[in-house]
């Protein structure tokens, strides 16, 4: 409706009640003041309340009329390639980089088919993922799934919907079902091991093997929805196989902490017929509570026994405090059973690990949660941290951890121990390509030597510091300042930046596939 102009300007000169102020003031004031965390707590159980705007996931921008959800944000961008490099490189770091091959020699051809056709799916998957977050962000249409164990459809990654990116739909089936059974193989492969090894590296290497490879069974497993599809919720990704503390995933991690407890205690020492049974039937009672888990999930009529429904998740600080024992414990066991002096090295080994762990699982992931339900991102948020600043202060912990695993801790491992050190370059170790064709020329002949061995481990420290910094680069000039792009030495537009990151990602995704597949096929050649 039009209005004159004139009855404006008599609009805007009319005197104001100062008494009608006073009282809509007053009313203002003695509104109810709701605390964020007795929101949605009178909801009933089959109502999912409105979630209010601080619990939304990050990423997904509210509709207003200042917010345009067709651009990326700065978090989406840092958030989607730290996930998607957080998976690939845990699903294939899980053993170490340069131990896996020699797992694979004195596994036998059991374990490395299913090595094989295991790892092989996930390179395919993980690039996949990759070109779909990459797609994302550019397109800026679509949420990131950074609200992990939030059931909301709008922030989950379906199992499925990666592969129909590259398979057609028939394929989703089987890929899924091929998928899990290599799991499940290797798992046995490496339960076979660990409990007949006498070589203190080879059940490391079992040990580590098991919890990676068994862990995305159960995170498969307890992902079905109601319509039994399988919902992909962060499988193996970044500080890897710690997830949130409520419900059926409870008893999963306290399980996983034992177990790993275990074997990394018993890989220390030399093997007696009790700790041989003693790993040996810890690890069939893991796969069984997996084969009982699939048959007592919901859409079989049954759950997996959770935590009572009304109690709370564990508080985040809890969470932090108990992640970061279980990585401290089995040091500091080997530390006094061996009776070796807890010199920096160790220390700082400890440290290190526990630092970078909880900061990737925690920050990047998310996915332990607080008494209200909010990943640590999002309680950074409620507790006063503006969403920018939050991005930039987890971008710097990414820095942070990434100079102090290449630069600080592996010739810190190496000087400690040579033969532990090639077991244990995992997590954190992101420029995947190269770290791999390292580990087949140190593993191929005449290569057993410390020099070989120190320049492999200093090439992937470079490598691993400045592939970050380039891939960050490439994401936002608003999260890290100028300087670190002059260090960069180009002036490529970001979207250069971008496209050239989508090429580099998708080729180490292929460059190890082709090592590990030649890699492999000689190490099967030499056993038959």
């Not at 057609?168 to 890929?175: D, G, N, P, Q, S």
């Not at 090894?197 to 069974?217: E, F, K």
């Not at 509570?289 to 759950?303: F, N, P, R």
């Amino acid at each position: 409706m039009h209005v004159p102009i004139a009855d404006t300007e008599a609009t805007a000169l009319l005197p104001v009640d100062a008494d009608s102020v006073h009282q809509n003031t007053a009313a203002i004031q003695d509104l109810e003041v709701v605390e964020p965390e007795a929101l949605g707590r009178d909801q009933t159980a089959n109502t999912i309340p409105e979630r209010p705007w601080y619990s939304k996931p990050l990423g997904i921008v509210a509709p207003s009329s200042s917010a345009n959800p067709s651009k990326s944000t700065p978090q989406r961008e840092v958030l989607g390639y730290a996930g998607s490099f957080f998976y690939l490189s845990n699903a294939l770091t899980g053993p170490g980089f340069f131990g896996f091959p020699k797992m694979l020699q004195q596994g036998g051809w059991v374990l490395s088919l299913a090595g094989l056709v295991m790892f092989t799916l996930a390179t395919v998957y993980t690039a996949a993922f990759m070109e779909r977050i990459i797609k994302q962000v550019k397109g800026g249409n679509l949420p990131l799934p950074i609200y992990f164990g939030n059931k909301h459809p709008e922030s989950e990654w379906r199992f499925s919907e990666l592969v129909r990116l590259i398979f057609t739909e028939r394929a989703v089936f089987v890929f899924k079902v091929v998928y899990v059974g290599m799991l499940c193989m290797l798992t046995i492969s490496c339960i076979h091991i660990a409990a007949r090894a006498t070589d203190s590296v080879l059940v490391s290497l079992a040990g580590n093997s098991y919890a990676i490879t068994l862990y995305p069974i159960l995170k498969i497993v307890a992902s079905c929805d109601d319509s039994g599809d399988t919902v992909y919720e962060h499988t193996c990704q970044g500080g890897n196989l710690f997830y949130k503390y409520d419900e059926e995933y409870v008893f999963v991690t306290i399980g996983y902490m034992v177990l790993f407890a275990v074997s990394m205690c018993v890989a220390y020492h030399p093997l007696t017929d009790w700790g041989q049974r003693l790993l040996y039937w810890i690890g069939w009672f893991g796969l069984a509570y997996v084969l009982i888990g699939v048959a007592t999930k919901t859409e079989w009529g049954g759950d997996i026994p959770a935590w009572p429904k009304n109690e709370p998740a564990l508080p985040l600080e809890v969470s932090i405090l108990t992640f970061t024992l279980s990585f401290s414990i089995p040091l500091l066991v080997h530390v006094k059973a061996k009776d070796v002096k807890l010199d920096k090295i160790l220390w700082h080994a400890v440290v290190q690990r526990s630092f970078e762990y909880s900061v990737f699982a925690l920050l990047f992931a998310g996915t332990f949660k607080d008494i209200q339900g909010l990943t640590a991102i999002e309680l950074l948020h409620r507790r006063g941290y503006h969403i920018e600043a939050t991005t930039k202060t987890i971008g710097w912990f990414t820095m942070v951890a990434c100079v102090f695993e290449n630069i600080v801790s592996y010739p810190q491992y190496i000087a400690f121990e040579l033969s532990d050190v090639l077991t244990d370059m995992q997590a954190s170790s992101i420029a995947l390509g190269v770290p791999w064709l390292l580990s087949w020329l140190v593993y191929s002949e005449a290569s057993y030597n410390t020099l070989v061995n120190w320049m492999a481990s200093l090439l992937c420290g470079v490598v691993n510091f400045i592939f970050p910094l380039l891939l960050f680069r490439g994401m936002s000039e608003e999260l890290f300042p100028q300087m670190l792009f002059k260090v960069a030495g180009s002036s490529l537009h970001i979207e250069q930046w971008r496209t050239i990151s989508q090429y580099g990602i998708n080729s180490i995704a292929f460059v190890i596939f082709l090592t590990y597949s030649l890699e492999t096929s000689r190490l099967m050649a030499s056993m038959m």
